[in-house]
Nanobody, 127 residues
Framework: QVQLVESGGGLVQAGGSLRLSCAVSGLTFSTQAMGWFRRAPGKEREFAAA????????GYADSVKGRFTISRDNAKNTVYLQMNSLKPEDTGVYYC????????????????????WGQGTQVTVSS
């Protein structure tokens, strides 16, 4: 059974940092593209960042570019999202997602490219 388990969320003041982790099991992690999405209160889920199978390519939403960094450790089956200079508008539930349908993929912005999702971790940024 494939599982994606996020951790690292919490409450932080504006300007602070958090590092999210997503541990993956039951999947050949090293060959799959991964992504992070978020859902702010009362809003639709939106793309935040994504990474291709070997970390050679990454993509970011304009709203997080320059502040967030996605990375992966294929030896640990884990993908990370380092979030710096956090703003109150970054508040929301952050979800890790995997593309399992094809291997050695690029990074993907569209949520419908991802077919496995974690439960999410709450990030709250206070002003």
């Amino acid at each position: 059974q494939v599982q994606l388990v996020e951790s690292g969320g919490g409450l932080v003041q504006a300007g602070g940092s958090l590092r999210l982790s997503c541990a993956v099991s039951g999947l050949t992690f090293s060959t799959q593209a991964m992504g992070w999405f978020r859902r702010a209160p009362g809003k639709e889920r939106e793309f935040a960042a994504a990474i291709n199978w070997n970390a050679g390519r990454t993509g970011y939403a304009d709203s997080v570019k320059g502040r967030f960094t996605i990375s992966r450790d294929n030896a640990k089956n884990t993908v990370y999202l380092q979030m710096n200079s956090l703003k109150p508008e970054d508040t929301g539930v952050y979800y890790c997602a995997a593309v399992s349908r094809y291997r050695y993929g690029n990074w993907y912005r569209a949520a419908n490219e991802y077919d496995i999702w974690g439960q999410g971790t709450q990030v709250t940024v206070s002003s």
